[in-house]
């Protein structure tokens, strides 16, 4: 995706890319980010006067307006993307500014302030921003929607029109999405001209360096073939629940067994769901559990196995979930446990998808 998307968005053109997740779509859009804002920030130093000593900066001085903006699903998905251009971006004057909510509203207006050459927002707090008059948008040049299906799905289309509303009249949008449904394909006819398309693989099925397998099992030996399986596979877990209560549940019974796990859902609060995403990241907890909702936000190097301790409800979700393996063409296991009940289920979702699990009978019966 970055061999796609890069060439065309130097030059200025309009990108639509749908990819697999762990393909690299974030450094597709902040390289022509950065790339701009060097000749950005180049032609306004020779525009501007050189100041004399004890002469206040004015309207004119370097980096007052956002050049960028990148709207996201979540404020896990911003917080990593924010990361992301610190590490890339050498240039002091090119701050970034997150708009989170969630999070104090304090040091996010004290970025804008300061001159952030970036806002990395998601829709609702961008959008109470832009109506409180906190924020200006009006000489943003690059707009990124990332995930915009997740957007859209999430009830955010209201407010992704009334930032674009405040934007120039003329900027450059790059959009991600992994699907082109319908309400996708509005947003793409609404907000980019002449997209270059860029596809890469299919968006509706899992990557092939990830191996399925499906357990068909009792409810009440879920938790015993879960145990089975951390201790015959090496790496890290992350394991999906349908419910805040069974996630909550689930890590628990593993602490109790023995095993380094924690849990992250919609009832947790920021720092906590921070704290349980960074000490999984950094390997202090092998097991991460996680709800659909809350799942959104993780993007971790590399995770060993993939576990739907609940089945997934629809084809989309099983895709997401099982997407979070086998990223940058690394090998990942997939399990799902199927209750005896879910067989068909499973199988609509295996035909949506076309693809076919290993299939095994547990031991543990």
């Known amino acids: 995706v970055q061999a796609g998307a890069i060439p065309p968005a130097l030059e200025g053109r309009d990108v639509l890319a749908t990819a697999q997740t762990g393909t690299g779509k974030t450094l597709s859009f902040l390289i022509p980010i950065i790339e701009g804002m060097h000749k950005a920030n180049a032609t306004l130093a020779q525009k501007t006067p050189v100041q004399h000593p004890g002469q206040r900066q004015g309207s004119q001085g370097r980096g007052k307006s956002p050049f960028a903006l990148i709207l996201l699903p979540t404020r896990e998905l911003a917080m990593q993307v924010e990361q992301a251009y610190r590490n890339l971006s050498l240039d002091a004057a090119s701050q970034a500014a997150l708009v989170v909510g969630g999070l104090s509203e304090g040091p996010q207006l004290q970025a804008i302030r300061r001159g952030a050459r970036l806002i990395v927002a998601t829709p609702g707090r961008l959008e109470d921003f832009l109506r409180r008059k906190l924020v200006q948008l009006d000489q943003v040049q690059i707009l990124v929607l990332d995930e915009v299906d997740r957007m859209l799905g999430m009830g955010f289309k209201p407010a992704i029109k009334r930032i674009v509303a405040a934007l120039p009249a003329q900027h450059q949008t790059l959009c991600y999405s992994a699907t082109l449904e319908s309400p996708v394909t509005e947003v793409v006819r609404d907000y980019l001209r002449n997209p270059v398309r860029i596809e890469l693989g299919s968006v509706l099925k899992p990557a092939e360096n990830v191996r399925l397998q499906t357990f068909e099992v009792t409810t009440d030996k879920k938790m015993p073939l879960l145990e089975h399986l951390l201790r015959s596979e090496k790496g890290s877990f992350l394991v999906f629940v349908r419910t805040k209560h069974g996630a909550d549940r689930v890590a628990k019974r593993l602490s109790m067994s023995g095993w380094n796990a924690t849990s992250i859902h919609g009832d947790r609060t920021q ?36 576990v739907n301790y609940d089945m997934p409800k629809m084809a989309e979700d099983f895709v997401h979930r099982v997407g979070r393996t086998g990223r940058a063409s690394k090998s990942g296991v997939a399990s799902t446990f199927q209750a005896p009940e879910e067989r068909g289920d499973l199988r609509r979702i295996e035909r949506a998808l076309k693809i076919r699990s290993e299939e095994h009978t547990s031991e543990l019966q």
């Open 271 to 306: 720092a906590q769901r921070s704290a349980a995403l960074r000490s999984f990241t950094q390997g202090q907890h092998r097991v991460l559990v996680a709800t659909d909702v809350a799942a959104r936000g993780i993007d971790v190097a590399h995770i060993a196995h993939v």
